[in-house]
Structures are given as structure tokens and as C-alpha cells.
């Protein structure tokens, strides 16, 4: 089955400082990856998805880039802000986003003010 | 927006109880899901399901059933719950080629 592999566990910066977090997956007929965001007490949250026919999408200060042929994509975060704190999961399928969903471990982003 | 439900946030019980937890979404949605959250573990998929008395296994389904008796409604069964069943249970549900939406989660203690 799928494995996804999440980069860093805990992710300290500075406000106003760029974050990026990293993930890898194993299987190459994975085609849908989202990420979500979830802050404390609630349940996760889309922020942003990409499909493996394209390479890189962005909404406002977030983007996502994909490498099909490394399997691996990421999340970068722009400017970030205190409210951007919060645990991050990357995830993986290999038929959309009705099907399974593999996971990531998470990021715990911290943004220092 | 919308809306899917979790009956309980914080849920306490004794080994050897059977325990339900109840999910509940507001959209129509034909597929629903159960995950249980660890940490440093992520997500884990227990058991979905795609339409009204369908389920199919996840990734780790030993100790769980369900049950989609309505189109809006799924169901988490512990049969005989066991210590390390103690976590963060989260509910999502979705339609086809649309992202999955959480619930809020339960955090079920078993003690």
C-alpha cells in the first residue's frame, strides 16, 4: 500500500519568514494529494490540493509543488503569520480524494512573533 | 458550508464496554470515513463507506466495526474496547472528486 513520508515533525519560524514542509510517497499511481491544516481542538482542514496532472498550484500566501518523478511534493507558506500555527498533514491517493487517503505523520508549525 | 458532526467531543470508558460513536454530515455526501489520530502516527484510515449498508476495511480495522444504516449517519463500533483504543477519533465525509471535511473529532478514554 501507500506510504507517505512527512518533513520536519516541528517547524519553528520567525513572523513574516517562509515555511516549507516536505513529503514523499511511495506509490507512483498516487494522484491526488492534499494538505491540511489543524488547529488546536478542531478537525483538519483543506487548505490546499494538487492533482498529478499538474506541477504546482498557489493561493495567495500557500502553494504546493509537485515532482512526480522524485514522488515527492511540498507546502510552502509565505509570509507567514501567528494564526499559521497549527499541525499540518500532507496526504496521498490513488483515486482521488473520495477513495483512501494516506496521511502523513504531521508538522507542529510554530510562528513566533 | 459543510457540516459534519460528532456526537461526543470527550468520551470516557471502561475496557470491555462496547462503545458507539456516531458521526453525522448534512450534505448528501455518498462517502463517509473513520480515522483515528496518534501522535506522531497521523491519520489512520479504520473503515469507510461508499453508499448506504456499504463498508470496506482501512487500514487498521481489527476491534472496529461500523454501521451506515442512513445515507447521512456512520456509526464507529468498539465491540469489546481495549486500552489502546484510547485516542482522537475523527469522522469525514465526502462526494466524488471533492475534498473529504472533517468533524471536530471525539477523544475517547478507555480506562
Known amino acids: 500500500g501507500e506510504n507517505v513520508e512527512q518533513h520536519p515533525s516541528t517547524l519553528s519560524v520567525q513572523e513574516g519568514d517562509s515555511a516549507v514542509i516536505k513529503c514523499t510517497y511511495s506509490d507512483s499511481a498516487s494522484n491526488y494529494f492534499p494538505w491540511y491544516k489543524q488547529e488546536l481542538g478542531k478537525g483538519p482542514q483543506l487548505i490546499i490540493d494538487i492533482r498529478s496532472n499538474v506541477g504546482e498550484k498557489k493561493d495567495q500566501r500557500i502553494a504546493v509543488t509537485l515532482n512526480k518523478t522524485a514522488k515527492h511534493f511540498s507546502l510552502h507558506i509565505t509570509e507567514t503569520q501567528p494564526e499559521d500555527s497549527a499541525v499540518y498533514f500532507c496526504?496521498?491517493?490513488?483515486?482521488?480524494?473520495?477513495?483512501?487517503?494516506?496521511f502523513g505523520s504531521g508538522t507542529q508549525l510554530t510562528v513566533l512573533p | 458550508d459543510v457540516k459534519v458532526t460528532q456526537s461526543s467531543r470527550y468520551l470516557v470508558k471502561r475496557t470491555g464496554e462496547k462503545v458507539f460513536l456516531e458521526c453525522v454530515q448534512d450534505?448528501?455526501?455518498?462517502?463517509m470515513f473513520w480515522y483515528r489520530q496518534d501522535p506522531g502516527l497521523g491519520l489512520r484510515l479504520i473503515y469507510f463507506s461508499y453508499d448506504v449498508k456499504m463498508k470496506e476495511k482501512g487500514d487498521i480495522p481489527e476491534g472496529y466495526s461500523v454501521s451506515r444504516e442512513k445515507k447521512e449517519r456512520f456509526s464507529l463500533i468498539l465491540e469489546s474496547a481495549s486500552t489502546n483504543q484510547t485516542s482522537m477519533y475523527l469522522c469525514a465525509s465526502t462526494r466524488p472528486n471533492q475534498p473529504q471535511h472533517f468533524g471536530d473529532g471525539t477523544r475517547l478514554s478507555i480506562l
Open positions: 450534505m448528501d455526501h455518498e462517502n
Open positions: 496526504a496521498a491517493s490513488n483515486s482521488g480524494a473520495a477513495r483512501q487517503l494516506t
